[in-house]
Structure formats: C-alpha cells, structure tokens
C-alpha cells in the first residue's frame, strides 16, 4: 500500500482524551480510588487486631486501588472494569461489616487501637464511595478513552486548533 506520507510523520491521536468530561471523570475515578484506599487503610490499620486474618485481603485492596489509580492516570480504560468489579465486592463486605464494628462499643468485647464506633462509621462512608466509583468507572468506560485515529503531525495540529475554536469540535455546516 503506498502512502505520501512518511511513517515517521504520522501520529496517534486520542480525540475522546482532549475532552473536558473525559478529562473530569478520568481525575474523579483516580481521587475516588485513592480515598477508597485512605478508608482502606483507616480501618485495617486501626482496627488491625480484631480483622481476624483479614489483613492480608485489605492491604492487598489498597495496594491493587493504588495501581489502578496510577493507571488510570495514564489513561488505562481496562482498570475501569477491573476497579468497578472490585468495588462491588468491596460493598459487599463493607455493607456486612458496618453493624459488627458498632456492636464491638459494647462490653465484653476488646477494642482496637481506633474507637469501633469510628471504623464503623468510616466503613459506612466505604459504601457511598464505592457506588461513586462503580458509577464514574462506567462512565469513563463509555467515554472510549481507546479511540485513536492515525494521522499527520499537521493535520494533528489543524484539528486541535480547529476544536479548541469551537469549543466542543462541533463546526456547524453552512445551509444550501
């Protein structure tokens, strides 16, 4: 196939990653990520004696939401899934999990290092932050972050400067 082109001339371009929602939920999911592994970590840590061998479940929750957030950082659509998947497993148990850490302020059982009262409160604050996340990691899904479109350094450049014109990319057609 011959081209007039050069192949070193031609370039990828991402035209769903310039847009400003694309952009918004892409930083949205990386946050809600990090801050389901701050509550993560809040609760394993503080609440590290009496998780009963779950330990090793939890720190493994805040190590793979941490590399999912570095990921989607750099634009990664397959950890949209993955971190939506998880997300749902981990409502679940913080859904399971809230009632026993309230009922652990009641004599006769020992206390971790943070009051029971507040792990269960930050496990209830989990269950919101995971239906966020589900919910921006399918929208970020749907943006197709993947679309690339092969062109020239130039025409890569006209149609940058053609978007940033119009706002949106649109450019209405002249009727007739």
């Known amino acids: ?41 809040l609760v394993t840590f503080g609440g590290w004696s009496s998780l009963q061998g779950d330990q090793i479940i939890s720190v493994g929750y805040i190590i793979i939401y941490c590399v999912m957030a570095y990921f ?16 749902i497993i981990l409502l679940v148990f913080a ?33 919101p932050v995971q239906l966020l996340l589900i919910a921006f990691a399918m929208r970020g899904f749907q943006q197709e972050w993947n679309v690339e479109i092969e062109m020239t350094h130039d025409e890569m450049e006209r149609r940058r400067r053609r978007d940033r014109g119009n706002g949106s990319g ?3 057609q002249p009727q007739g």
């Open 1 to 41: 196939m011959a081209t007039s082109t050069r192949d070193d001339d031609l370039v990828i371009y991402h035209p769903n990653r310039e847009k400003a929602t694309s952009q918004a939920t892409k930083m949205i999911v990386f946050v809600l990520l990090l801050a389901s592994a701050a509550l993560i970590a």
């Open 72 to 87: 989607v950082l750099r634009w990664s659509r397959g950890m949209l899934p993955l971190a939506s998947a998880l997300a």
């Open 95 to 127: 859904a399971i999990a809230a009632t026993g850490w309230f009922d652990r302020s009641h004599s006769g059982y020992s206390n971790p290092g943070i009051p029971p009262d507040l792990i269960g409160l930050l496990t209830v604050i989990l269950i």
């Open 170 to 172: 649109y450019r209405p």
